[in-house]
């Protein structure tokens, strides 16, 4: 259902929801052991990393702005098209991998109301694994004008947390921030029957932004 959004302030970066048990930690490290590092040789030898590891924070946890694509269906994630598969019930699976350079701030494919947000309990191996099929991750599904469409935030090996932002019975916005994986993963999009993928494997993505069907 294509929709306009306001424009986003072009270059505005907010840090995402859910940062905030790692990056305060690692920040507050850097802090104390800058302040401290010209009179303690100790603390100066913890500075450079700490600040160095608080500076990679920053820049996993950044949310930027994004100016919404019009499609029916778009990217829920930034990353690489890993694989597109044909589904026994005629769906097309998109999965689309994360790595920890990738924003890992997901948006609502399309338009609609969020029917349910379970967790599933499962393992941490890499998200690129085929293995990966059995990890932890958080199975959505939105009532839309397409029908029911289903998106899996899938967590990887360093990846052990996926915070939603919003629960069952919400309505989001097409391109609406909707949930963080923490550190590298995966997402799926369960396309329906009769939609046609215009993604390629090896394809770059952006959450927001990258259309996945073609009219």
Known sequence: MPHSQPS???GRVRLARGASPWLLPTVATAALSLSRARRSGRAAAV???ATALAAGMLWFFRDP?????QGRVISPAD???QSIMPWKDGRTRVA???SPLNVHVNRAPLAGTVTSVE???GGFVPAFNKESENNERVVWH????LGDIEMVQIAGAVARRIVPYVTQGTKVEQGERIGLIRFGSRVDVYLP???EVDVEVGQATQAGVTRLDRD
Request: glycine share 8%; no cysteine.
């Open 8 to 10: 986003a302030p072009r």
């Open 47 to 49: 500075a450079v990393p």
């Open 65 to 69: 702005e994004r100016e919404i694509t």
């Open 79 to 81: 990353g690489v098209v």
């Open 96 to 98: 689309i991998f994360m």
């Open 119 to 121: 967790h599933v309990p």
């Open 142 to 145: 939105f009532d839309t004008e």
């Open 193 to 195: 029957e009769g939609v």
